[in-house]
């Protein structure tokens, strides 16, 4: 069973509101750095508007070209720091599988597993939550004496979007 967080569905309807979408995810990256005295810098919000900006993940470089649109290039190390401190604060994550990152709007405080769907044909990266997979995972862990460090799970398939286009 997959559960919705936060009524969001996995993956938003092409026609969704994204403007709202994005101020969402900006209003909830300033309430967790807040909450956590942490400042949300330019740079780091800027980063974050980047990746806010679609629901497909972006490399690095992607991230350089489209800040470097709005004024100077910033530097790599810039740009890794930046993502480094939103990896760190749980409001990015990495999809190993395309070396790129993407915004999360989710909570992560359960320590369970996050599960990406990953649309081949429009790009676009769905978060899924799954208490079967979560207790597998701990089960699984717990038999071989393991501590997962970051239980992530990335599955490429069609969306049920393009399935139906």
């Given at each position: 069973m997959v559960r919705k967080s936060h009524s969001h569905a996995v993956f938003p309807t092409p026609?969704?509101?994204h403007a709202r979408c994005e101020s969402d995810g900006l209003?909830?990256?300033?309430?967790?750095?807040?909450?956590?005295?942490?400042?949300?810098t330019p740079i780091?919000?800027?980063v974050l508007e980047a990746l806010l900006a679609s629901h497909q993940p972006l490399g690095a470089y992607e991230l350089?070209?489209?800040?470097?649109k709005?004024?100077?290039?910033?530097?790599?190390?810039?740009?890794y720091r930046a993502l480094d401190f939103?990896?760190?604060?749980g409001l990015v994550h990495r999809i190993e599988s395309r070396n790129a990152f993407i915004a999360c709007v989710h909570n992560h405080e359960s320590g369970d597993p996050v599960v990406f769907l990953i649309c081949e044909k429009c790009g676009a990266v769905g978060e899924a939550a799954s208490a079967a997979?979560?207790?597998?995972?701990?089960?699984?862990?717990?038999t071989a004496g393991f501590t997962p460090k970051t239980p992530v799970i990335?599955?490429?398939?069609?969306c049920a979007h393009c399935k139906a286009a």
């Open positions: 026609g969704h509101d209003k909830h990256a300033e309430a967790i750095c807040a909450a956590r005295r942490e400042r949300l780091r919000r800027r350089i070209d489209r800040l470097a709005g004024g100077a290039r910033p530097a790599p190390i810039t740009i939103l990896r760190a604060q997979v979560a207790d597998t995972i701990r089960t699984a862990s717990r990335e599955i490429s398939g069609v």
